[in-house]
Structures are given as structure tokens and as C-alpha cells.
């Protein structure tokens, strides 16, 4: 190949990763080019298609045990995120309102962050709710089929009895999530097989 050629061929390969790191930067909030997330789809399940009861438990970036087991008879969010993520950085704010509801508790899931870049990130947006440091995946994996892992952020509402009463692909509106959460404290999670004495 011709010393020409080669110039031309590494001109481009920088290039490439140059505009590839640009796109990945964090950027606006709201909207950074090359940042691909959910779209926002939301899926919702009647009391009598709900599933099992979600066992998801971990250890926080500050090292405290963490168990969604805790939280019954609440309304749980579990939101996928990280640091970086433009979506998760524009919601942040109305996930923190969200969580300053008594019947809601939020537990946030990060697989990507260390715990410096999560802690600076909860300090940043005044986050109080707990986050699982996920770097093994075992938080994931305890979530396999519930949440799409390639879509962050993703947030999924559990019913008080701990069984997923809804999920959201992508970033959605503070006021659909209430109303979800709504649906999900509201609905009756009794089983109807289930006689009083």
C-alpha cells in the first residue's frame, strides 16, 4: 500500500473514533447525538397477569445490603441507570420527586459506574434513594426477561406485593409514571381464590 494510502486509511480510522467518542459523550440532557435508548414503550399488567414476586437484592456503592423484599406494601421502582446516560441525567429530577412519596420507594440499578462516578452522580441530583452496584451482574441477571439490558434507562413498577405491575423502556414522562404507580397501589393484588373466613 502506498504511504498516500496509508495516511488516508488512518485519517479516517481517527476520524471514525473521534466522531464515535463525540457521540457518546454525555452531552445535553435531554438529546446527545449517537446515544441510542428505549422508546419509551410502556407495558402494563392487570393484577391477575402479574407474575411472581420479584427477588432482586444487592449491595449499594456506599456497601449497604439492598432488598426489594424490604419494601412490601409500597409501590417499588427499580431504574436502570448510570452516570453518563443523557436520559437518565434529564429524569433524575422527577425520579427524586417520585421518591419523596410515602407509598413509593425508588432502588436504583447501575452495572456500568464505579462507585465514585455514582456517588457524584446522586450528590449531583440529590439522590437519597438507594442504587445497586451492579459491576457483576448479578442484579441483572436476577432481572433476565424483565428488563431489556441494552436499554437503559429502564424502569420497572412493582406492586406492594412485590410483583411487576409495569414497565418502561427508555425514559418516560414524570406523569406517566404516576400514573402507573397509581395503577399499581390501586389495584386490588389480592387472590381471588383467596375467601375470607
Do not use: H
Not at 448510570?82 to 422527577?94: F, Q
Amino acid at each position: 500500500m502506498r504511504r498516500s494510502a496509508r495516511y488516508v486509511v488512518i485519517a479516517a480510522i481517527v476520524l471514525a473514533v473521534v466522531l464515535w467518542l463525540a457521540g457518546c459523550a454525555p452531552g445535553d440532557a435531554v438529546e446527545s447525538p449517537g446515544y441510542v435508548s428505549g422508546d419509551g414503550t410502556v407495558t402494563e399488567w392487570g393484577p391477575g397477569e402479574r407474575g411472581e414476586v420479584v427477588d432482586l437484592a444487592g449491595t449499594s456503592f456506599e456497601g449497604d445490603a439492598i432488598d426489594v423484599a424490604d419494601y412490601r406494601g409500597q409501590v417499588v421502582l427499580v431504574n436502570t441507570w448510570y452516570a453518563a446516560c443523557p436520559p437518565c441525567r434529564a429524569e433524575a429530577p422527577e425520579l427524586v420527586a417520585l421518591d419523596a412519596r410515602d407509598d413509593v420507594q425508588l432502588i436504583g440499578l447501575n452495572s456500568r459506574d464505579d462507585a465514585a462516578t455514582a456517588e457524584a452522580f446522586q450528590r449531583t441530583f440529590d439522590v437519597q434513594y438507594p442504587s445497586i452496584d451492579d459491576n457483576n451482574g448479578k442484579a441483572t441477571a436476577q432481572l433476565q426477561g424483565l428488563v431489556a439490558i441494552n436499554a437503559v434507562p429502564t424502569t420497572l413498577v412493582l406492586d406492594p406485593d412485590g410483583r411487576v405491575a409495569a414497565r418502561a423502556v427508555g425514559r418516560v414522562e414524570a406523569s406517566t409514571l404516576e400514573a402507573l404507580i397509581d395503577a399499581a397501589s390501586d389495584a386490588d393484588t389480592t387472590d381471588p381464590d383467596e375467601t375470607a373466613p
